[in-house]
């Protein structure tokens, strides 16, 4: 499994459109351990590309703060599971917490 959070600053990044590089995260299911990071910076965004891009990656799932319901809509003709609302935390924070199931999310933080 491949989790993507995109990040700014180390952390992530309140809107993934916005965000500087996508750290992405292999993880064991089955152990709920990280394995692996790779931390990559995206092209230019626009509209349907970034789910493209990280899906050629192998990404599974994406992890963000914030994000319009056309973007979530995109990931998921993709395969790739879309969880919102996570806090700005460290990319291996957030993905630990939510493979133990302990992720606190809020409201996503898109509103378009």
């Known amino acids: 499994m491949k989790i993507a959070v ?14 500087e590089k996508f750290v992405i995260v292999d993880v064991d299911e089955a152990t709920k351990t ?11 965004h626009e509209p349907g590309l970034y789910p493209k891009w990280l899906h050629e990656r192998g990404v599974t799932t994406i992890i963000g703060g914030g994000m319009g319901m056309r973007a979530q809509q995109f990931f998921q003709d993709y395969g790739i599971q ?3 609302g996570a806090p700005p935390e460290h990319p291996q924070t957030v993905v630990l917490s939510w493979l133990k199931g302990e992720l ?6 898109c509103d378009h």
């Open 6 to 19: 995109p990040t700014a600053d180390g952390k992530l990044c309140m809107h993934f459109g916005h965000c």
């Open 104 to 109: 606190v999310t809020g409201g996503n933080s």
């Open 34 to 44: 990280i394995t692996g990071k790779e931390d990559v910076v995206p092209p230019p």
């Open 82 to 84: 879309v969880v919102v």
